[in-house]
């Protein structure tokens, strides 16, 4: 089992930046792929970055390829993302989400955090 705690959200003008972050309770953290998805009222969740056991292979979601960065430091169970160039629309909950490499189904993450509200004003 892994617990995921989110932190880092708040209100930020449009043109700003926020990082956010993921502490992982877990002893095997380099064997999860993490991720955060976000969702919007009204909106379906969607993936917005993701980041392999190793920090090597990274994506990207197209909304925010350029102005959002996703890093992971494995020494310390966590996964930030780091974002820049905020706009209205990227007001969201920001999950944090996990995805052991030895699951069943790799298209599925199984642990995900409580979520933290990001708010972007115009």
């Known amino acids: 089992q892994v617990q995921l705690v989110e932190s880092g959200g708040g209100l930020v003008q449009a043109g700003g930046s926020l990082r956010l972050s993921c502490a992982a309770t877990?002893?095997?953290?380099?064997?999860?792929?993490m991720a955060w998805f976000r969702q919007a009222p009204g909106k379906e969740r969607e993936l917005v970055a993701a980041?392999?056991?190793?920090?090597?292979?990274?994506y990207y979601g197209d909304v925010v390829q350029g102005r959002f960065t996703i890093s992971r430091d494995n020494a310390r169970n966590r996964v930030d993302l780091q974002m820049n160039s905020l706009k209205v629309e990227d007001t969201a909950i920001y999950y944090c989400?996990?995805?052991?490499?030895?699951?069943?189904?790799?298209?599925?993450?199984?642990?995900w955090g409580q979520g933290t509200q990001v708010t972007v004003s115009s």
């Open positions: 877990t002893r095997t953290f380099n064997m999860y792929t």
């Open positions: 989400a996990g995805r052991h490499r030895a699951a069943a189904d790799q298209s599925v993450y199984g642990y």
């Open positions: 980041i392999g056991w190793a920090g090597r292979n990274k």
